[in-house]
């Protein structure tokens, strides 16, 4: 194998025409340049250099070497800078996926800090519930989602999931997201301090993302009693809309209902209190990188303002 520090020595050795020079040139001793040249020799498996008294001249193949050695090291060197400029986070990108309260709420502050500390570091952005936005960070789509999960389960010590959704994941919990009910503002429950479950019975449902959609019909069983899910849908304003327009009501994320100017509708908590844990995911090599590990701790950042 031929290494670039001894295509280095071969350039000197041609350019000055000897090795004591060439030593000269690199900062080192002769002996350390004889002893280069020589391991280079091997590696090609023929002599580069004709020894003439003190003068070094290059045979057919030394001179082929030191002809493709110029771009060899030229792109090494191109490579080694923009790697350091990865690493010191000059460059560089970050491929998000979030699910759509996230990006309407923690992302937008998370990547204007990224903006203002980092500029050369490129951040896009694309939305995905989960579990497809956990299945594209594993497919290699993208290098970082924001997901979330309902339930009480949280990470374990070592930064995975305590029941193996997540294990092969590096996880981190930004917020709880608790749960509200939304019902029109005409509703006879509007106002009210707190609702059960159970005293919404009755009503039509509009129903949110297809986990979110599981979630609440497995609440409601719980409760004794299984929702009519009248309208289904994963836009968040549409959901508001429904609701404020007497068409039933709904339990939003309190990012989703941040997210949206809620008109025609009141907010009341419910009970049992219904949660869900946001989280951002990575992969363990991933978490390593400098700008995803900068996007990462500004999300932290977001979700705690």
Do not use: N
């Not at 350019?15 to 004591?20: D, E, I, P, R, Y």
């Not at 004889?34 to 498996?45: F, I, P, Y």
């Not at 005293?199 to 609440?219: K, N, S, Y």
């Not at 039933?248 to 949660?275: H, Q, W």
């Amino acid at each position: 194998m031929i290494e670039a520090r001894h295509l280095r020595v071969l350039r000197a050795v041609a350019g000055t025409g000897s090795f004591s020079a060439a030593a000269r040139e690199l900062g080192c001793t002769q002996p350390a340049v004889s002893q280069q040249m020589k391991a280079l020799e091997q590696s090609a498996g023929t002599p580069l250099l004709i020894r003439a008294g003190r003068e070094m001249r290059l045979t057919q193949a030394g001179t082929a070497l030191v002809r493709h050695a110029a771009g060899i090291l030229a792109g090494l060197t191109a490579a080694e800078e923009e790697v350091a400029a990865i690493a010191g986070l000059r460059a560089g990108r970050v491929r998000l996926v979030s699910f759509p309260s996230g990006s309407s709420t923690l992302v937008p502050t998370a990547l204007a800090a990224m903006r203002a500390e980092h500029p050369g570091t490129r951040i896009s952005l694309v939305e995905a519930e989960p579990p497809r936005s956990v299945e594209m960070l594993r497919e290699g789509d993208c290098d970082l989602a924001l997901a979330f999960r309902y339930g009480s389960a949280s990470p374990s010590a070592g930064g995975s999931a305590s029941d193996g959704e997540w294990e092969d994941l590096v996880v981190r919990p930004l917020l709880t997201d608790r749960l509200v009910g939304l019902v029109p503002e005409g509703h006879r429950l509007a106002g009210a301090e707190r609702v059960g479950m159970a005293e919404l019975a009755d009503e039509p449902w509009i129903a949110g993302c297809p986990r979110c959609r599981r979630h609440l019909v497995e609440v409601c069983e719980e409760v004794g009693f299984t929702p009519r899910i009248d309208f289904a849908t994963d836009d968040y304003p549409a959901v508001v809309g429904l609701v404020g327009a007497g068409l039933g009501v709904a339990v939003l994320p309190e990012l989703a209902v941040e997210s949206v100017r809620a008109k025609g509708v009141s907010t009341v908590a419910v009970e049992p209190a219904v949660e869900r844990e946001v989280v951002a995911l990575t992969l363990p090599d991933l978490a390593r990188v400098p700008a995803v590990a900068a996007t990462l701790a500004e999300l932290e950042r977001a979700a705690t303002r």
